[in-house]
Every structure is written in structure tokens, then in C-alpha cells.
């Protein structure tokens, strides 16, 4: 099993930066792909950004490209999403994720943390 751990969430104004960071453990040798997916109020939950295991294939939806940077230290079994220039549609509670293979779904999930973003 694999346990994942966010932080760094908060309340922040629009324009500005947050960095949020995710710390995995356990069987961390078996993780390939790790991302942030993210849920709004009433919304589904979306697929922000992906990383894969050497970072050379990265993945953004379209509403946080140019904003948003995924990042992963695999020394420290960590992934971060740094986010610049922030927007009122950006709150949300946002998921670390990771998974054994580089497709399909996410195997593991952590619990999450909040992001509010006010205008």
C-alpha cells in the first residue's frame, strides 16, 4: 500500500501563488505516475496535472496551463503543483494521486486539502 499526504493549502486572493506539496509512503517503489486532481463545489472531480516517473511526460487541462507547474522529487517520494496566478475558480479540494502503471486509473489517493481562492 501507499500512503499519500498533502499540504499546503489555504486561503489566498486572487493573484497569488501557492505551492502544495504531497508526501508518499509506503510501498513508494511501486508508484509510476503521480498527479492533482481536484474538486469544486458541485462539481465532478477533475484530472488537474500529471506527472510520470521520470518527468519527461506531463499532463495539464487546459484551465491551468501556463499557471500551473507539476513537479516531483522522486528522492523524496514527494510531487508538488506550484500555482501562480490564481482565480476565484481555482478553489477547490485538491488530491494528491498516484498509481502503479502510466495508465488507467489512480490507485492511490490522498485525503486531500483546501484551496480557496477569494476574489
Known amino acids: 500500500q501507499v500512503q499519500l499526504v498533502e499540504s499546503g493549502g489555504g486561503l489566498v486572493q486572487a493573484g497569488d501563488s501557492l505551492r502544495l506539496s504531497c508526501l508518499a509512503s509506503?510501498?513508494?517503489?511501486?508508484?509510476?505516475?503521480m498527479g492533482w486532481y481536484r474538486q469544486a463545489p458541485g462539481k465532478e472531480r477533475e484530472l488537474v496535472a500529471r506527472i510520470n516517473l521520470s518527468g519527461s511526460s506531463i499532463y495539464y487541462i487546459d484551465s491551468v496551463k501556463g499557471r500551473f507547474t507539476i513537479s516531483r522529487d522522486n528522492a523524496r517520494n514527494s510531487v508538488y503543483l506550484q500555482m501562480n496566478s490564481l482565480k476565484p475558480e481555482d478553489t477547490a479540494i485538491y488530491y494528491c494521486?498516484?498509481?502503479?502503471?502510466?495508465?488507467?486509473?489512480?490507485?492511490?489517493w490522498g485525503q486531500g486539502t483546501h484551496l480557496a481562492v477569494s476574489s
Open positions: 509506503g510501498r513508494t517503489f511501486s508508484i509510476k505516475d
Open positions: 494521486t498516484a498509481r502503479r502503471r502510466d495508465y488507467g486509473p489512480f490507485d492511490y
